[in-house]
């Protein structure tokens, strides 16, 4: 149904029919100027407009196309929005369109309150390793891959990734981007696949022990690990009661990120790792 209507010349008894702007706006509990702001967007023009002095008159035959601009307005629409819906064929589409992004909002806002119930609950704990769902650009990384006996033997197998790739003259990209992910679904605590991911600047031809790697961007649910690599199981814990209870899904291989360690850092207490898992919104 048009909301827009020309206003045009009337005869004596179609003008005994109208209300100045005044009364209009009166009438309909807006103002003067918001009337004058719809006749502007193209929303609603006054029924007649006085040639001589400008004067603006409206009918209450269009007190219903004011009230869907207000009840439009109130469900979320924008002015182009209403605009839009009065120019288009299939106006059932453009709704549902709008239904499924209030869903979306509505679905943002659920995950925020969940948030902030784990404050509430744990307030020192959340604060010191919140969960932040963040999207990883893709990155072009020198690779190890390796069966180890424990994840211990992940200090020995660094080493000699990084002679590797100085050998080969691999520049490491910046900011640095270290990790490793776990080929093997499921935990294991002995021989175990890993694939250790350093992001560089370019490829380079692949020898027996690197080889190089596009990864894609993802979305991952990410949290920060304070300390030993011993305490990763409660970190975990925690960013998985996240992901199942703000309705994600994992898509992908569960990336542990280094970004200080023995390496920079003399004491366990000191190292800082990044807990990142790749996932996306369960299928409701």
Same mark, same amino acid.
């Given at each position: 149904?048009?909301?827009?209507?020309?206003?045009?010349?009337?005869?004596?008894?179609?003008?005994?029919?109208?209300?100045?702007?005044?009364?209009?706006?009166?009438?309909?509990?807006?103002?003067?100027?918001?009337?004058?702001?719809?006749?502007?967007?193209?929303?609603?023009?006054?029924?007649?407009?006085?040639?001589?002095?400008?004067?603006?008159?409206?009918?209450?035959?269009?007190?219903?196309?004011?009230?869907? =601009?207000?009840?439009?307005?109130?469900?979320?629409?924008?002015?182009?929005?209403?605009?839009?819906?009065?120019?288009?064929?299939?106006?059932?589409?453009?709704?549902?369109?709008?239904?499924?992004?209030?869903?979306?909002?509505?679905?943002?806002?659920?995950?925020?309150?969940?948030?902030?119930?784990?404050?509430? %609950?744990?307030?020192?704990?959340?604060?010191?390793?919140?969960?932040?769902?963040?999207?990883?650009?893709?990155?072009?990384?020198?690779?190890?891959?390796?069966?180890?006996?424990?994840?211990?033997?992940?200090?020995?197998?660094?080493?000699?990734?990084? %002679?590797?790739?100085?050998?080969?003259?691999?520049?490491?990209?910046?900011?640095?981007?270290?990790?490793?992910?776990?080929?093997?679904?499921?935990?294991?605590?002995?021989?175990?696949?890993?694939?250790?991911?350093?992001?560089?600047?370019?490829?380079?031809?692949?020898?027996?022990?690197?080889?190089?790697?596009?990864?894609?961007?993802?979305? %991952?649910?990410?949290?920060?690990?304070?300390?030993?690599?011993?305490?990763?199981?409660?970190?975990?814990?925690?960013?998985?009661?996240? =992901?199942?209870?703000?309705?994600?899904?994992?898509?992908?291989? =569960?990336?542990?990120?280094?970004?200080?360690?023995?390496?920079?850092?003399?004491?366990?207490?000191?190292?800082?790792?990044? =807990?990142?898992?790749?996932?996306?919104?369960?299928?409701?």
């Amino acid at each position: 149904m048009k909301m827009v209507k020309e206003h045009k010349c009337l005869d004596e008894k179609e003008k005994s029919h109208l209300y100045k702007i005044g009364m209009f706006a009166q009438m309909n509990h807006i103002t003067i100027k918001t009337l004058r702001f719809y006749e502007e967007q193209g929303l609603l023009f006054p029924a007649f407009v006085d040639g001589e002095n400008g004067y603006r008159y409206y009918t209450m035959d269009q007190m219903p196309v004011l009230h869907r =601009i207000t009840a439009l307005k109130q469900a979320g629409f924008t002015l182009e929005d209403i605009r839009k819906l009065n120019n288009i064929s299939d106006p059932a589409g453009f709704l549902a369109k709008k239904k499924e992004e209030i869903l979306s909002k509505i679905s943002d806002l659920t995950m925020q309150l969940a948030m902030i119930d784990g404050y509430m %609950a744990d307030s020192n704990a959340f604060l010191d390793a919140p969960v932040l769902i963040k999207t990883i650009p893709a990155v072009i990384a020198a690779t190890m891959q390796k069966r180890i006996e424990t994840y211990d033997a992940l200090f020995d197998m660094m080493p000699v990734m990084g %002679a590797e790739m100085e050998r080969l003259d691999v520049t490491c990209a910046l900011p640095e981007y270290c990790f490793t992910h776990y080929l093997e679904a499921g935990y294991k605590d002995e021989q175990i696949l890993v694939e250790t991911c350093q992001a560089v600047t370019e490829r380079k031809e692949d020898t027996s022990l690197v080889k190089f790697k596009e990864f894609p961007e993802i979305q %991952a649910a990410c949290i920060y690990h304070k300390g030993s690599y011993n305490d990763f199981p409660r970190t975990y814990a925690a960013i998985l009661k996240y =992901i199942e209870e703000n309705e994600y899904e994992i898509c992908g291989n =569960i990336r542990e990120k280094y970004i200080d360690g023995v390496w920079n850092k003399e004491t366990e207490e000191d190292w800082l790792s990044e =807990i990142q898992i790749p996932v996306r919104r369960a299928k409701r």
